[in-house]
Nanobody, 119 residues
Framework: QVQLVESGGGLVQPGGSLRLSCAPSRNIFRITAGDWYRQAPGKQRELVAKLTSGGSTNYADSVKGRFTISRDNAKNTVYLQMNSLKPEDTAVYYC?????????????WGQGTQVTVSS
């Protein structure tokens, strides 16, 4: 019954910043890894940023230098800091995370949060 809860989306002007958050609805589930995807209208879902359980990160070329994925273990939350936003960043952003509870590890998807970059 656990779900990933996403927040932080909204409307922002070009050049602005947003920080997306992703956390399990039940804190007994721990995030061990997390990815952020996005899907713009008429386009397929694409990987934006990846954070492995070991702490390494990878980014799509289109967001390198502007986006940062991170994890706060104390808050059990994965973040996506988005700076210097462009209209082309407009999309629904989805969190995909591996959650651990005891000996079980499974991946979950959030329902998505809308990010709109427009003047």
């Amino acid at each position: 019954q656990v779900q990933l809860v996403e927040s932080g989306g909204g409307l922002v002007q070009p050049g602005g910043s947003l920080r997306l958050s992703c956390a399990p609805s039940r804190n007994i589930f721990r995030i061990t890894a997390g990815d952020w995807y996005r899907q713009a209208p008429g386009k397929q879902r694409e990987l934006v940023a990846k954070l492995t359980s070991g702490g390494s990160t990878n980014y799509a070329d289109s967001v390198k230098g502007r986006f940062t994925i991170s994890r706060d273990n104390a808050k059990n939350t994965v973040y996506l800091q988005m700076n210097s936003l462009k209209p082309e960043d407009t999309a629904v952003y989805y969190c995909n995370a591996f959650l651990r509870f005891d000996f079980r590890i499974n991946d979950y998807w959030g329902q998505g949060t809308q990010v709109t970059v427009s003047s």
